[in-house]
């Protein structure tokens, strides 16, 4: 019989077809079990100890004076970080912008996200040597109340490796120090984070984009104040108000773009740190994250912006002081300089004799333009540099700048001298330009509290000082390793582990407290696949992830 319509009648499917199918599914399911148990495995961050590099049950925030946008840890208030719900609310609360200091004030109910969920590459270590500023995985030495007969050690912690294997570590000022076992004081060096890690631990201290709209920002009705404040000269134009005058509209618009027009002479702008802050320094340990510290003045310091030249061949210097020196990225026209000088008056803002004989000297065809260039002058880990457009045009290495750990380890448990306050400050002089996009950020500040003390398996305090501490410095033997978390104010890491690591169905396996043995690294973390949830209306957990904010980890 012939087909009207033309088409062909569809072949008869062969009954093997059906069984190739399911037995194809069931291969896949198959695969993606031993990939997950060989390769690859999720895991979700609970508490805040990597904060905000990765983030436990937190809080969102936008300010709704210069539209800030920040996260604060969430503790539940029965105090197990480990068991809150993936959709949770609180009532009432008071949190400080860490940009303009505006009092955000919650009267009613505020959503609280579970963790970021993460990637580990699991076994990677089989293959590779872990490397310090990894971000691992691992099975936690710390138990509380263990069986001493059956010890399960079943916990999954998240920290960044910072020991390995015959290593002494201590951390001094906020930063890490290697040596060989059993070093001296004055064989440790300072253990520089990579790029890749620096860029994940930047802090923001004021970024100059988000300037507030000129809301009250408590209770005595003091207003916002711009913390870049004119220091001696004259020709700065743009961002400065009277002291307790609201900004105005014309005000905000002008703040975000500074410009100079003097060519016959100088002038500084200079960054308050406690202007908008009267009960902590934003150049301290202060970390939004966890709304507190604030008792250690940083030296690790970014000073970020675009600066165009218009008029004039005078230099544009970027200042910042560490430890009573002071280094200056000087731009000239096709050329950037750096120096280092002793710093006489901090307060004053004098200086005395150079520290090198002559600046250090780099050729940048692009400050010869009158284009904007990006610029970024960075003091961190004992390493000072410029960059130009994203490119580093100059830096010191060992034999220009380096720290003494022979003076740190005596300085510690001392009071911080004056000149420990950092000062940053902008000077230009003899020429028109603008300068605008002014961030400036803070490193990372490890605690070594001398008063600290670690803990036992029964999560109480110990008469022995925190491990890594000048006075317990942590010495590693093979297959031990020492880890730190990034929000070190508030981690359960390394430096607490009071109690040892003992197996003793392995043949009475023994590590020391405060090490991580190399047996219960389970992997790298590498990417943040599902960043906490938002909550649709009417739902009660987030069920769409912030794709915005899905990221390799670093």
């Known amino acids: 019989m012939s087909n009207p319509s033309g088409t062909t009648a569809p072949a008869r499917q062969p009954e093997g077809s059906v069984k190739e199918t399911i037995e194809s599914i069931l291969v896949a399911f198959i695969l993606a079990f031993i990939f997950r148990a060989f390769v690859v495995e999720a895991f979700v961050i609970p508490t805040g100890s990597m904060g905000p590099t990765l983030m436990g049950a937190h809080v969102r925030l936008d300010c709704p004076d210069c539209g800030y946008h920040f996260t604060s840890n969430y503790s ?80 999954n912690y998240i920290k960044r490796l910072v020991g390995l294997p015959g290593q002494s570590i201590v951390i001094l000022d906020g930063d890490v120090y290697v040596g060989p076992h059993h070093a001296k004081p004055s064989d440790f060096r300072i253990l520089r984070k990579p790029l890749y890690a620096q860029s994940a631990l930047w802090r923001d201290v004021f970024d100059n984009d988000y300037l507030p709209q000129g809301l009250r920002r408590d209770e005595f009705g003091v207003a916002f104040q711009q913390p870049w404040t004119v220091e ?87 200042q910042m002081t560490k430890h009573g020196e002071c280094f200056t990225a000087e731009l000239a026209p096709g050329k950037v300089l750096l120096s280092r000088h002793k710093v006489v008056n901090s307060d004053k803002f004098e200086l005395g004799d150079p520290v ?88 990372v500040y490890y605690l070594n509290d001398p008063d600290g003390k670690h803990l036992d398996a029964n999560n109480a305090r110990t008469n022995e000082s925190w491990y890594g501490t000048p006075r317990n410095v942590m010495e590693l033997g093979p297959d031990e390793y020492f880890v730190l978390g990034d929000n070190s104010k508030v981690s359960l890491d390394a430096r607490f582990w009071g109690a040892p690591v003992e197996l003793p169905a392995e043949g009475n396996y023994h590590v020391g407290p405060g090490r991580v043995p190399g047996r219960f690294l389970l992997g790298k973390a590498f990417f943040v696949y599902w960043p906490a949830g938002y909550r649709p209306p009417n739902l009660a957990f987030g069920v769409r992830p912030d794709f915005g904010d899905m990221r390799f980890i670093r």
């Open 76 to 155: 539940s208030p029965l105090g197990d970080d480990t068991d809150i719900p993936s959709y949770a609310r609180f009532f009432g609360a008071t949190f400080i912008c860490p940009n303009c200091g505006y009092n955000i004030v919650y009267n009613g109910p505020k959503e609280v996200y579970f963790g970021d969920r993460i990637l580990v590459l699991k076994y990677r270590y089989l293959l590779q040597e872990p490397a310090p500023w990894d971000v691992v995985v691992f099975k936690s030495p710390y138990e509380k109340k263990p069986d001493p007969n059956d010890p399960k050690y079943t916990d």
């Open 356 to 443: 090198w004989k002559s600046p250090l000297q780099a050729d940048v065809p692009e400050l010869n333009q009158s284009k904007p260039v990006a610029v970024e002058f960075i003091n961190v880990d004992y390493r000072a540099s410029v960059r130009i457009n994203g490119r580093e045009v100059i830096a010191t290495d060992d034999g220009t700048y380096t720290p003494d750990p022979v003076t740190l380890f005596a300085e510690y448990g001392q009071p911080r001298p004056a000149n420990y306050r950092p000062v940053v400050r902008i000077a230009a002089g003899n020429q028109s330009c603008a300068v605008e996009h002014i961030r400036l950020a803070k490193d």
């Open 232 to 318: 001696s000269g004259s020709g700065w134009q743009g961002p400065h108000t009277a002291p307790d005058s609201p900004l105005t509209t014309a005000s905000i618009a002008a703040s975000r773009v500074f410009t100079f027009d003097n060519l016959q002479g100088e002038s500084a702008i200079r960054f308050d740190s406690n202007i908008n802050h009267p009960n902590f320094d934003s150049l301290t340990d202060w970390l939004a994250y966890d709304q507190g510290g604030g008792g250690y003045p940083l030296g690790d310091l970014k000073l970020s912006l675009v600066y165009q030249r218009k008029a004039g061949q005078g230099p544009l210097r970027l």
